[in-house]
């Protein structure tokens, strides 16, 4: 038994994909990040309401009013002078600011082992030697910088 997901008319009908929703403006009318030619907007806006309008008598018709409804006020925002250049700067701030930082990952800590306490100190001798000698290690020899050891 599988379950559908709710129709998405954006990624459906516009190839906008679930991770870029809602679209802003521009992304909307599948026009370039700031776009500034009006006949370059008015047609891209054209476009897509042309193609979305042919989904206005099938089963998502409430869905294709809406989105010709965000078309259409994406398609006014950016072709008012004024408008564009309000929307443009909330844009960029909007852009311009840091996304929010992941959650830092889980620290894991590998458990110890449970060595005898001779082992854990980084010594050689067994535990009964250590308890015989009173020490936990054995002497070591020194060595000299060549690595030859020094009797």
């Given at each position: 038994m599988t379950s559908e997901s709710p129709f998405n008319p954006y990624?459906?009908?516009?190839?906008?994909?679930?991770?870029?929703?809602?679209?802003?403006?521009?992304?909307?009318?599948?026009?370039?990040?700031?776009?500034?030619?009006?006949?370059?907007?008015?047609?891209?806006?054209?476009?897509?309401?042309?193609?979305?309008?042919?989904?206005?008598?099938?089963?998502?018709?409430?869905?294709?009013?809406?989105?010709?409804?965000?078309?259409?006020?994406?398609?006014?925002?950016?072709?008012?002078?004024?408008?564009?250049?309000?929307?443009?700067?909330?844009?960029?701030?909007?852009?311009?600011?840091?996304?929010?930082?992941?959650?830092?990952?889980?620290?894991?800590?590998?458990p110890q082992p449970a060595w005898p306490a001779t082992a854990r100190?980084?010594?050689?001798?067994?535990?009964?030697?250590?308890?015989?000698?009173?020490?936990?290690?054995?002497?070591?020899?020194?060595?000299?910088?060549?690595?030859?050891?020094?009797?």
């Open positions: 990624h459906k009908w516009l190839g906008i994909p679930p991770g870029e929703q809602p679209p802003h403006h521009y992304r909307l009318l599948a026009l370039q990040l700031f776009e500034d030619d009006p006949e370059v907007i008015h047609s891209a806006a054209d476009q897509r309401m042309a193609h979305v309008r042919t989904y206005q008598s099938g089963a998502h018709s409430e869905a294709s009013q809406k989105l010709l409804n965000e078309l259409a006020a994406a398609r006014i925002c950016l072709l008012k002078p004024e408008r564009k250049a309000a929307y443009d700067a909330e844009l960029k701030a909007k852009l311009a600011a840091p996304d929010p930082a992941p959650a830092p990952a889980p620290t894991v800590v590998a100190s980084g010594c050689w001798a067994s535990a009964a030697t250590a308890s015989a000698t009173g020490s936990c290690c054995r002497p070591r020899r020194a060595t000299s910088c060549s690595g030859t050891s020094k009797a």
